[in-house]
Every structure is written in C-alpha cells, then in structure tokens.
C-alpha cells in the first residue's frame, strides 16, 4: 500500500510495466525529518506508484523508525555492521514500504539524526552512513534472492557512497551479481560528508579509491562527491540549480565535477504533498478556505497574529517565515530589512530554529517591535500551515536555494511568495512584472541580487501591490489554481528511471555510462 499523497495514486495504467527500485536516504516524513529531503523521500513511493514504479525505501532505523514500524520482519542478518550487529527489517509504517537498517550502535539514539545534544555531528556518522550506502549497494546488488530493484536512488551525501560500493565491488567481483542503474539526487550541495582519509579501509574501501577519481576530495573522503562520481546518472532539485551548481559560485568546489558530468546531470523541481498541504482540508487550520472563498483566511490570519503576539490588525500586511535559520536562507537580510518593512506598515511572523545569532535577532527584533513582530523559536507542523493560511506573504530570501518546499506550500495556501531569484524559487513563482501582470499569471514577487537593497525593494513592492486587492487576490488564485503536486516531477523521475533501466544492463559485464 502506498500512502497517498493527493493525486489519485492508483495502480499502474495498462500498458505500463512494473519496474523494482530502491530508494535510499537518511530521513523520510513522517517519520523522521530535518527539512525539505524528508518531504520529497516520503512522497516519492506514492507519486512513482502512479507511473508504475515500486518503490522501496531503505532509511536507518532511528527510533522513531523502529517504534512505527509494522508487521516488520527480519529479511537479513549482519553479524557485523561497522563495530555491531545488525538486522534488516521489511515492515510499513505511514504507509510507506520501509527496509530499514536497525543497528542499534549506529542508530538506536534519541535526538537529530546528525548531530549529538552537544550540538557537534555524532563522532561516528562516517560508519553510520557508510553502514546505509554499504546495504543499499548490496540491495542492489541482490541481497534479497526474492526482491532485486533495477534501479537504486541514493539521496544527498549520506548515501553517497552506495554507487561508489558498487563500482568498487564490481572490480573486485566482476561478472556475478546483479548491477542496478544508480541515480544520485542532490538535495543540496552544501551538505557534503567529508571525513579523514585515514578511515578509507574502516570503511570497507579499497586504496585505490583515494583518487581524484574516486572517493577522494581536497585530501579527505568525501560521500558526496563519491556519489557525483559514481552514480550513473545526477539529478538535483529544480532546472535551474542544476545550471548553478556548475559555475564555482554555487559549486562550492564540485563545480569541476558537475560540468565534467554535465551529461549525466539534470533538474527535476520538487512537487509538495498536496494532501497534507490541502487549505480546503486542513485539520490544523482554524478555518479551511479554498481559491473560491479567499475570505475565509481571515480568521487564520487573525489566529496568527494572536499566537505571533501581533496587533490584530486585518488590514496590515503580514509577512511571514517558515525556515531553518541560517546563512544560505538571507535571514540576517531579513533582520536588517526590519526597519524597510516596518516602515511600509507590515507586520512580520517567524517560525524557525537554526543559528543562535538568528534566533536571537529575531526574538529581539520582537521584543523590540511588540505588537508588529512575532517570532516562535522551534520545529512546530501545526504553526507552519497556520501561518502559511494566514500571512499575507512569505518571504524567502535565499542565497541559494535548491528547491525550496515552502514557496510551494506558500503558492497553495495563498500567501504570495516574495523570493530571492535563485534555484528553485526562480523555477516556481511567476514575478509580478507589468506583462505577467496584465496576463493575469503573476503568484508572486522575486529579486535579484540576492541584496538588502533588493530585498527591501522586494518588500515595498510586494506592499504596494497588497493594497490593491483585486491584483493582490488576483496573484492569490493563479497560485492556487498552480500544479505543486507531483504529478510532473513523477513523470520526469520515471522517464529517468525507465531510460536508466533500459540504458544499464542488470549485470556488469556490459555498463555504459551517461
Ligand atoms: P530546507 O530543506 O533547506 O530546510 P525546504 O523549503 O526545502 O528547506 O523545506 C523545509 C521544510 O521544512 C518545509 O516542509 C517547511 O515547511 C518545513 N519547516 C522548516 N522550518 C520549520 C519549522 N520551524 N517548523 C515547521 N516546519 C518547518
């Protein structure tokens, strides 16, 4: 069964054939989740159903993994995993078909997924993720006699090394077993998993990996550009971050890589989970409203500005923030736009944790600004639909931005997306310039550069616009009436996993690469 997620999963349409695939990543929602690669992993078995994949999810076996798991059975032993015993497990939980790897010295702790209470990265996430590329490699390398994907979908550094494993088992083994096609998406290229070369035999890779040519990068292993190197074919979150990260300025030292491999790389904009992200549905809203009746986000907005702390003014402009903060999101622009955007008479809501420094600014910015700032320092589902059904705006100033979920969720809850023109924020929201304008197809602001100027600019511009409210309600309903959903990036992944599929042949002896 897999969980649906707003488009009508249904079963393969006629004609279409069946094709195995394993996906395989650290986190997946709802289960465990830090950001935006959680929300896409969750969502991909359901929207892939659709276009006749079967897709499987291997993810670690955290404990709110291993809690919600049903039925589980152990369909493999590891007598030793990286320093312990280890089990893999088949069950389902949330309606996801799950492998998950319990190991409990790699896994069974409570708290981030990555990083320890001390706030430093668990000391050991070298084996932790080697321990899930190694099992994701040998999955497909046909672990389970019964269940051989065609295909294997590593997600962002932490399995990384899972196309790497088989290129290097295949030199060592050559001929016997099975050789999926191996697709790397990078959610996104700040997050890279370097770690000493000295650990390169602990982590079960040959000498010879430790070249430029293999897993080596800058003198340390990097998982990431492993992955690069390996995987038949790149793909990364949205069209036009797949231009950037060519060029040394969103590259951050993979540039080189990615253009030599320009061939194997592609764009694939993200799709939202349009049922839980459903204003006319919402059980977290106050009230649920859909395009037709926009006068119903009133009451949100109202409950916003109560839980924000804010004047319970209908008519000022709220703008609002669902973010991890941090320096690649342009918070700290934001902060200091905060004289611009009280000055055009807006109010401004935000939610999120992050960077002390952050977190500090904008709690201060609303002890400061009682009544016109709000700022809720936390990880709260329930706050992020409330305030995307009752701000104005959204505001997302990126510096980079691979994809970006929240200016979707922003487009189907009518809070038009004001967004710094990069990645993915360039590819989703239509600017409101004169033309698309008088078309009737704007959903939202965008800037560039990436500058306090700009985006102060961005914020008077965005107010001018709220107050005419047939332009605004206009920009509202052309982004609801907008496809977020995953009917199309699910067409784009099958045709990528099909080309694969048929491009890779399922053993060795013949292996083309993109
Ligand atoms: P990233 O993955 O870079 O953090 P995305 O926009 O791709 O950014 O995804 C962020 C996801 O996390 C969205 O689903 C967003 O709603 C959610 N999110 C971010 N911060 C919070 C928060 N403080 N509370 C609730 N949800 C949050």
């Given amino acids: 069964m897999s969980r649906r997620i707003g488009l009508g999963a249904a079963p393969a ?31 991909l ?19 709110p993994v291993t809690g919600a798991l049903g039925g589980a059975r152990v369909v493999h032993d590891f007598a030793d995993l990286y320093g312990g015993p280890a089990r893999l497990l088949a069950g389902e939980a949330s309606g996801l078909d799950l492998l998950v790897l319990d190991a409990p010295h790699l896994f069974a702790r409570a708290g981030n997924p990555y990083v320890a209470s001390t706030g430093q990265d668990w000391p ?15 999955l497909g390398a046909g672990l389970l006699a ?16 899972a196309p790497a494993f088989l290129h290097y088992d295949a030199l060592v083994r050559p001929g016997s ?28 890779l040959p000498d010879s990996a430790f070249t430029t040519e293999g897993v080596e990068y800058f003198g340390s292993i990097g998982f990431l550009k492993a992955g690069l190197q390996f995987a038949d074919r790149i793909t990364t979150v949205s069209p036009t971050y797949a231009l950037e990260i060519r060029g040394p300025e969103a590259g951050m030292g993979l540039d080189g890589l990615l253009r030599a491999r320009a061939g194997a ?27 037709a009746s926009l006068a119903g986000r009133a009451a949100n907005k109202a409950a916003l500005q ?23 999101k342009g918070l700290d622009l934001l902060l200091a736009a905060v004289p611009a955007l009280l000055g055009a008479g807006a109010q401004l ?33 329930g706050l992020a639909h409330l305030l995307q059904a009752g701000a104005d705006a959204l505001l997302v100033p990126s510096r980079f931005e691979p994809c970006g979920l929240t200016q979707l969720s922003a487009l189907r809850y009518g809070a038009v997306p004001v967004v710094a023109r990069v990645g993915g924020l360039a590819d989703s929201v239509i600017d409101a310039n004169e033309m698309a304008l008088a078309a009737g197809v704007a959903t939202g602001l965008q800037f560039a550069p990436v500058s306090l100027e700009m985006l102060e600019l961005a914020i008077r511009r965005a107010v001018q616009l709220y107050r005419d409210p047939d332009v605004w309600q206009g920009m509202q309903r052309s982004g609801m009436a907008a496809d977020v959903s995953w009917r199309l990036p699910a067409k784009h992944y099958a045709a990528l996993y099909r080309d694969l599929a048929a491009a890779t042949s399922p053993t060795p002896a013949a292996e083309p690469r993109a």
């Fill in 45 to 63: 078995p359901a929207a892939l159903a659709v276009e006749g994949i079967r897709l499987r999810t291997l993810v670690p076996g955290y404990p």
């Fill in 146 to 161: 019964d269940w051989v994907p065609r295909i294997l979908h590593a997600h962002d550094w932490q399995a990384g090394l």
């Fill in 349 to 381: 809501a935000v939610l999120g944790t992050g960077e002390r420094a952050l977190e500090a600014g904008f709690l201060a910015g609303a002890a400061a600004h009682p009544g016109r700032i709000g700022a809720v320092i936390g990880y709260n589902e």
């Fill in 177 to 204: 077993r099975p050789r999926p096609g191996t697709i790397l998406t990078v959610h996104n290229l700040a997050f890279q998993g370097q770690f000493p070369a000295a650990l390169l035999g602990a982590l079960g």
């Fill in 124 to 138: 050991d996430n070298a084996f932790r993720f080697a321990a899930l590329a190694r099992v994701a490699a040998d």
């Fill in 13 to 43: 349409g006629r004609g279409m054939s069946t094709l195995d695939a394993l996906s395989v990543a650290s986190e997946i929602f709802p289960l465990v989740k830090t950001g935006g690669l959680a929300d896409v992993v969750g969502a």
């Fill in 265 to 291: 790389l592609s764009g694939i904009l993200n799709g939202l989970d349009v049922a839980v992200w459903d204003p006319a549905t919402d059980p977290l809203l106050p009230a649920r409203y859909d395009a």
């Fill in 306 to 328: 109560a839980r924000f702390g804010l004047a319970a003014d209908p008519a000022a402009p709220l703008f609002g923030v669902v973010s991890r903060l941090s320096w690649q």
